[in-house]
């Protein structure tokens, strides 16, 4: 086949499935044109607030219906509640999807942070976003109140969101005192306690004195990383839990010896319940048990209001189809990238991306050096996952820092040795590789030993901060393996930097930069458009690209030298392995993805493993960390398949590791927490 005719096809392919994935899913997420989806955004007396707003084609002013808004946790956005946001819109209830601030299209006023540090910018955003939404949806025509007055209105957030429900509610037994109206009717979190909204004031007996007499529940899943804990444990936390025996809960069931899936009265006149799925923290958002049950819950607290709703059964749920649609236009995404670089290249100067094919190496070796071979290349990958938990969760200066800043330093002392080796063999290709180790393995050590994007002003997205610090780490261990290798072994057998992708030219570098720089721009105005015509995006569950506002790219230039760095080295990594006779073909791309993501995915499988195998995770002291790794599988592999699938029509790394670098980093910092953003 005609090699333009293929691209060609590709492309045509890859639109069809974004149009297609994205339509249907359009479809499901408003009930089939049940609903109105539409986003908006409100001025606040802290900010800006965004949500994607779910209106019932029977709701107006002289419909007003019962309202409940949903809210995301800590560096998520709206979209992560699209399961409670359909399936509760889909019944009759106006739902508002919310933006909690510097999260999604939200932002905090600057003048509104408490301090510039983690905590005095970490709190503002939670203890105000739902209060706020709340403020802004009660003075709504479409949403409904009772004679009195008071908002027939529903609060559910999933753990940071949930503080911010607590917070709402609390805020609105307090205002109650001064307007005799309570706007919130009823409330339910998932995936947290007061262990945070204490910090606040609101502590569980606080909260349960200003209950108010109102229908409130918690999703308390059994295996939540960070929630739900026996007093006695407050560090090591990803293990079992049962929350409803905590004295905690006791106090706000107010009960002696609760069970789960049960109301209780409460002294008030309200009503509360427990609930407790066997699941994990970021399972909440993306589970029919978990969405059955707010179903279940607002049906009950407004049953009162039933007239105004529809009874569809709990269980009878579509918000699956919405996401695997979505999954559907993904796909089409990620192919998209291929056939739009290619187009790309046939264009003046960018052709210079192009350079001469990389022949398949036929790489003969015993079956010794083959086993010798697979044990490297698997310790190489393995090792970046092995440091995570050090990295990540130790930091600098932890026995496991310190141990990899000996491996840097060891790596260097082999790079002088290799080094000294080629230049009395007057082999220069060895020697410059081994000159590459000595750098890379005294940068691995300063790195390791060193504290690094600390400062919340600088770096003003701390999760995307402690990935980085991982980020940089793996990428110096990678080009130390590499090097180390090339200068001992493969500099001997003629292996050449031309071999690993590497071509030094300054024309093929820029051209390969302004390829990647075009080809993510059109992939986002792709999104966009999808957007717009159905407030979809690309997503399944935590992996997602989604739209952003231009005040996040400042950001996105701190730490896209970072991430660059390291797809610059796995792109060279992935060329040097899979450009083989022995790796054509599909074998070819698994092996890349096992380079790329195949470390963090066993990991995660030991970690979470062993947590369901024994009540306590391998590290149970990595909470937020482990959750992060669920959405990083997925992102390395897909950069893996990208890598692999242009190295081969480029002739070299650069436009597929310039691409991985910008697409991957616009992604993280769009679907995250990112202060100061205005």
């Given at each position: 086949?005609?090699?333009?005719?293929?691209t060609l096809?590709v492309?045509?392919?890859a639109?069809?499935?974004?149009?297609?994935?994205?339509?249907?899913?359009?479809?499901?997420?408003?009930?089939?044109?049940g609903?109105?989806?539409?986003?908006?955004?409100?001025?606040?007396?802290?900010?800006?607030?965004s949500?994607?707003?779910?209106?019932?084609k029977?709701?107006?002013?002289?419909n007003?219906?019962?309202?409940i808004?949903?809210?995301?946790?800590?560096?998520?956005?709206?979209?992560?509640?699209?399961?409670?946001?359909?399936?509760?819109?889909?019944?009759?209830?106006?739902?508002?999807?919310?933006?909690?601030?510097?999260?999604?299209?939200?932002?905090l006023?600057?003048?509104?942070?408490?301090s510039e540090d983690?905590?005095g910018m970490?709190?503002?955003?939670?203890?105000?976003?739902?209060n706020?939404?709340?403020?802004?949806m009660?003075?709504?025509?479409?949403?409904?109140?009772?004679?009195?007055?008071?908002?027939?209105?529903g609060?559910?957030?999933?753990?940071m969101?949930?503080?911010?429900s607590?917070?709402?509610?609390a805020?609105?037994?307090?205002?109650?005192?001064?307007?005799?109206?309570?706007?919130?009717y009823?409330?339910?979190?998932?995936?947290?306690?007061?262990?945070?909204t204490s910090?606040?004031?609101?502590?569980?007996?606080?909260?349960?004195?200003l209950?108010?007499?109102?229908?409130?529940?918690?999703?308390?899943?059994?295996?939540?990383?960070?929630?739900?804990?026996?007093?006695?444990?407050?560090?090591?936390?990803?293990?079992?839990?049962?929350?409803v025996?905590?004295?905690e809960?006791?106090?706000?069931?107010?009960?002696?010896?609760?069970q789960?899936?049960?109301?209780y009265?409460?002294?008030?006149?309200?009503?509360?319940?427990?609930?407790?799925?066997?699941q994990t923290?970021?399972?909440?958002?993306?589970?029919?048990?978990?969405?059955?049950?707010?179903?279940?819950?607002?049906?009950?607290?407004?049953?009162?209001?039933?007239?105004?709703?529809?009874d569809?059964d709990?269980?009878?749920?579509?918000?699956?189809?919405?996401?695997f649609?979505?999954?559907?236009?993904?796909?089409?995404?990620?192919?998209?990238?291929?056939?739009?670089v290619?187009?790309?290249?046939?264009?003046p100067?960018?052709?210079?991306a192009?350079?001469?094919?990389?022949?398949?190496?036929?790489?003969?070796?015993?079956?010794?050096?083959?086993?010798?071979?697979g044990?490297?290349?698997?310790?190489?990958?393995?090792?970046?996952?092995?440091?995570?938990?050090?990295?990540?969760?130790?930091?600098a200066?932890?026995?496991?820092?310190?141990?990899l800043?000996?491996?840097?330093?060891?790596?260097?002392?082999?790079?002088?040795?290799?080094?000294?080796?080629?230049?009395?063999a007057?082999?220069?290709s060895?020697?410059?590789?081994?000159?590459?180790?000595?750098?890379s393995?005294?940068?691995?050590a300063f790195?390791?030993?060193?504290?690094?994007?600390?400062?919340?002003?600088?770096?003003?997205?701390?999760?995307?901060?402690?990935?980085?610090?991982?980020t940089?780490?793996?990428?110096?261990?990678?080009?130390?393996?590499?090097?180390?290798?090339?200068?001992?072994?493969?500099?001997?057998?003629?292996?050449?930097?031309?071999?690993?992708?590497?071509?030094?030219s300054?024309?093929?570098?820029?051209?390969g930069?302004?390829?990647?720089?075009?080809?993510v721009?059109?992939?986002?105005?792709?999104?966009?458009?999808?957007?717009?015509?159905?407030?979809a995006?690309?997503?399944?569950?935590?992996?997602?690209?989604?739209?952003f506002?231009?005040?996040?790219?400042?950001?996105?230039l701190?730490?896209?030298?970072?991430f660059l760095?390291?797809?610059?080295?796995?792109?060279?990594?992935?060329?040097i392995?899979?450009?083989?006779?022995?790796?054509k073909?599909?074998?070819?791309?698994?092996?890349?993805?096992?380079?790329?993501?195949?470390?963090?995915?066993?990991?995660l499988?030991?970690?979470?493993g062993t947590?369901?195998?024994?009540?306590?995770a391998?590290h149970?002291?990595?909470?937020?960390?482990?959750?992060?790794?669920v959405?990083?599988?997925?992102?390395?592999?897909?950069?893996?398949?990208?890598?692999?699938?242009?190295?081969?029509?480029?002739?070299?790394?650069?436009?597929?590791?310039?691409?991985?670098?910008?697409?991957?980093?616009?992604?993280?910092?769009?679907?995250t927490?990112?202060f100061l953003?205005?």
């Amino acid at each position: 086949m005609n090699t333009n005719k293929k691209t060609l096809r590709v492309l045509c392919l890859a639109l069809i499935l974004i149009f297609l994935g994205s339509a249907v899913a359009g479809l499901i997420n408003s009930s089939f044109t049940g609903v109105k989806v539409s986003r908006i955004s409100f001025e606040t007396a802290n900010g800006e607030l965004s949500g994607l707003l779910y209106l019932p084609k029977d709701a107006s002013q002289s419909n007003p219906k019962p309202t409940i808004i949903v809210t995301h946790g800590y560096l998520n956005s709206a979209e992560m509640q699209d399961a409670n946001a359909i399936e509760l819109s889909r019944r009759g209830f106006v739902v508002l999807a919310l933006d909690q601030y510097d999260h999604g299209h939200s932002a905090l006023n600057k003048e509104n942070y408490m301090s510039e540090d983690f905590l005095g910018m970490w709190m503002p955003f939670w203890v105000n976003s739902m209060n706020d939404a709340v403020q802004y949806m009660y003075e709504q025509p479409y949403v409904l109140k009772d004679a009195q007055g008071n908002g027939i209105i529903g609060v559910t957030g999933h753990s940071m969101g949930g503080f911010s429900s607590s917070m709402a509610l609390a805020m609105d037994e307090a205002q109650y005192e001064t307007s005799g109206v309570r706007k919130i009717y009823a409330g339910l979190t998932e995936g947290s306690d007061f262990s945070y909204t204490s910090y606040a004031g609101i502590d569980v007996a606080t909260a349960d004195a200003l209950g108010g007499g109102r229908i409130m529940g918690k999703v308390a899943a059994q295996y939540d990383e960070f929630f739900f804990n026996d007093p006695s444990e407050t560090v090591n936390t990803v293990r079992h839990k049962d929350y409803v025996s905590t004295e905690e809960a006791q106090i706000w069931l107010e009960q002696d010896a609760p069970q789960v899936d049960t109301w209780y009265d409460t002294k008030d006149g309200g009503k509360r319940i427990i609930y407790e799925p066997a699941q994990t923290h970021p399972w909440n958002h993306f589970s029919k048990t978990t969405t059955s049950y707010a179903v279940s819950f607002y049906m009950t607290a407004f049953e009162d209001y039933g007239d105004l709703l529809k009874d569809i059964d709990p269980n009878a749920q579509v918000w699956q189809w919405k996401e695997f649609f979505e999954l559907v236009a993904l796909v089409g995404f990620i192919m998209l990238f291929v056939p739009v670089v290619t187009l790309l290249t046939k264009l003046p100067f960018l052709k210079e991306a192009v350079t001469e094919a990389l022949p398949v190496r036929n790489v003969k070796t015993s079956t010794a050096g083959k086993v010798v071979s697979g044990i490297v290349l698997v310790v190489v990958a393995l090792l970046p996952a092995i440091f995570y938990t050090p990295l990540v969760d130790g930091g600098a200066g932890s026995l496991g820092t310190n141990i990899l800043m000996g491996i840097g330093i060891a790596g260097a002392v082999c790079g002088v040795i290799s080094c000294a080796l080629s230049q009395k063999a007057k082999n220069k290709s060895g020697r410059n590789g081994s000159i590459v180790a000595i750098i890379s393995g005294i940068c691995l050590a300063f790195t390791a030993h060193t504290a690094m994007y600390e400062n919340i002003v600088v770096w003003p997205a701390p999760a995307v901060s402690d990935i980085a610090y991982w980020t940089i780490n793996a990428a110096l261990i990678s080009i130390l393996a590499m090097a180390l290798i090339y200068g001992f072994t493969k500099a001997k057998d003629g292996v050449k930097l031309s071999d690993y992708g590497i071509v030094c030219s300054v024309k093929t570098i820029v051209a390969g930069l302004c390829t990647a720089v075009a080809a993510v721009v059109i992939g986002y105005v792709v999104l966009a458009l999808m957007d717009v015509l159905f407030k979809a995006d690309f997503r399944i569950w935590t992996f997602a690209f989604k739209t952003f506002d231009a005040n996040i790219m400042p950001t996105v230039l701190k730490f896209l030298p970072t991430f660059l760095l390291f797809y610059v080295a796995s792109t060279a990594s992935i060329t040097i392995n899979t450009n083989t006779e022995g790796t054509k073909g599909v074998k070819g791309y698994f092996l890349a993805m096992f380079l790329n993501a195949g470390g963090v995915f066993i990991w995660l499988i030991r970690q979470y493993g062993t947590l369901f195998a024994t009540g306590v995770a391998a590290h149970p002291e990595s909470a937020l960390s482990g959750i992060v790794l669920v959405a990083m599988v997925p992102t390395l592999a897909v950069a893996a398949i990208l890598s692999r699938a242009l190295y081969k029509r480029m002739g070299n790394i650069w436009t597929p590791a310039f691409l991985n670098g910008i697409l991957m980093t616009v992604m993280t910092i769009a679907n995250t927490t990112v202060f100061l953003k205005v």
